[in-house]
């Protein structure tokens, strides 16, 4: 097919996934009314602290501090307010300002309009992190032109995907495994043909990467239930229990937590191989099936290899204080693997590397087939 067609084609496709990623950024989740209709948020500038009342215990702080701020934006810019920031004693959530620092500021209005409360919720990050991700957003346009602006464009769908779908979907009450199942599906075919294109090369690593995590999938539904393991551990699981969703599955989430956490290195396993596949054919387009069945394997190899300690490392990587603790005290190993925290780690990492391994040699056969006996007469794109 003409390089203009599939440009054309490839236009087209964006354009489709450009609509579909506005209806989600507009789409409500149905949970907007459960906050409070009175509450405002503005950016504010702390101009003093009040510390007396915070009691120090070594590193810990307790009780709270009065702020004086001054609202730089929203219906009372300009005004100077007062708030109070609760210390609770815990480092993970508390929040410790000094004069100078900017604040998001939480606003609850009177009925007549006017301020009743004013809550300094936290630093305020929100304009460096929209630098942050239009620096990465430019960068990747910059580097790889066309390709990165679908890059980008796939980035911004999956993100609403598993904001406005997967966990709305999850609050009320359907089965997370199946839910997520078929979002990671959605998400691989809108991340694979996006950057890749309609191409033959892209239908290979879509149908590899399905092979992929449906392994992880059916993986960590067979051993779940021998690892014991409840879904509390992970971060804040409780409050959701606590906050109106006792009948959620928490091991259910769990193990839906597991495939999504899995597919972005099938996905990159799968493009990987069928990517290689597809340059050698290019080079050499009259090669066998048996040839290129065994590019295929060489490559999965090599790079399965390397992607099953990129996981290691990356669920390492979240819990490595837990496991300085754990050296420190002179934990044994054998106490430290059957903990809860460190086992659920153990099958996240293992579970997906199952999925890696069977990316691999699938994606090699399904490309060899696609590449060889497909061919109508053309070169692979």
Not at 106 to 111: F, K, R
Request: glycine share 10%; aromatic share 10%; charged share 15%.
């Amino acid at each position: 097919m003409p390089d203009r067609s599939r440009l054309r084609r490839d236009i087209w496709l964006s354009i489709v996934f450009l609509v579909l990623t506005a209806i989600l950024w507009f789409l409500p989740t149905g949970f907007e009314d459960r906050g409070d209709p009175t509450a405002l948020r503005a950016k504010a500038e702390v101009l003093s602290v009040d510390d007396s009342r915070v009691l120090r215990f070594g590193v810990l702080k307790t009780g709270w501090q009065t702020l004086s701020m001054r609202l730089l934006e929203g219906p009372f810019q300009g005004q100077v307010v007062e708030g109070d920031n609760q210390l609770l004693g815990k480092l993970e959530m508390d929040k410790y300002f000094q004069p100078g620092d900017t604040a998001l500021a939480v606003i609850t209005t009177t009925p007549e309009g006017g301020i009743s409360r004013v809550n300094p919720q936290d630093h305020y990050r929100l304009g460096v992190e929209a630098l942050l991700f239009a620096l990465f957003a430019g960068l990747l346009v910059l580097f790889a032109g066309f390709t990165g602006a679908r890059a980008l464009l796939s980035f911004l769908f999956t993100a609403l995907a598993i904001w406005k779908l997967f966990i709305p979907a999850m609050l009320r009450g359907l089965d997370p495994v199946w839910i997520g199942l078929a979002l990671t599906t959605a998400i691989t075919a809108a991340v694979i043909f996006l950057v890749g294109g309609l191409s033959r090369k892209s239908l290979a690593a879509f149908l590899g990467a399905l092979t992929g995590f449906l392994t992880t999938g059916a993986t960590a539904l067979l051993l779940a239930p021998s690892f014991h393991l409840n879904g509390a551990v992970k971060p804040f699981s409780e409050t959701l229990l606590y906050t109106g969703f006792g009948h959620l599955d928490l091991t259910r989430i769990f193990l839906a937590s597991i495939c999504l956490a899995a597919t972005g290195a099938v996905m990159d396993l799968a493009m990987d191989v069928a990517a290689s596949q597809n340059e050698v054919l290019r080079k050499k387009p009259d090669l066998k099936f048996g040839e290129a069945l065994r590019s295929g394997f060489a490559v999965g190899r090599a790079v399965t290899g390397t992607m099953t300690t990129t996981l290691l490392l990356a669920y390492s990587g979240g819990y490595m204080t837990l496991l300085m603790v754990f050296m420190a005290q002179g934990v044994p190993m054998a106490n430290l693997f059957n903990l809860n925290y460190v086992a659920a780690e153990v099958f996240n990492t293992l579970v997906g590397s199952f999925g890696l391994v069977a990316t691999a040699p699938f994606t090699a056969l399904i490309g060899a087939a696609v590449f060889t006996r497909w061919r109508r007469g053309a070169t692979p794109r």
